[in-house]
């Protein structure tokens, strides 16, 4: 069974989870575009930077707990998934 990122984002906690996590964050895209904000790699990044911008700078952002907890593969597979649907 495949799982979209939403369902594999709790369970990434290595280097291979995080593989597996990537493989679905492309899948969703090539499948199903609608559903991401910035569908091309220039409108991705930016919405990465301002997302990481946005949340390590906004105490009462759910991204700065996000941002300030020890890092981990979550939180960059976190970080991966917040430009799909940042504006």
């Known amino acids: ?13 290595s280097v291979a989870d995080l593989v597996r ?10 499948e199903s575009p609608e ?13 990465m930077a301002a997302w990481l911008n946005d949340s390590h700078a906004n105490k009462s952002s759910p991204g700065y707990t996000i941002l300030n907890e020890q890092p981990s593969w979550q939180t960059f597979a976190r970080i991966l998934l917040m430009p799909s649907v940042y504006e």
């Open 1 to 13: 069974m495949t799982h979209g990122p939403d369902e594999l984002i709790d369970q990434v906690s």
């Open 21 to 30: 996590f990537i493989q679905a964050v492309r899948k969703e895209l090539l």
């Open 35 to 47: 559903k991401w904000e910035n569908q091309t790699l220039p409108d991705y990044l930016d919405a």
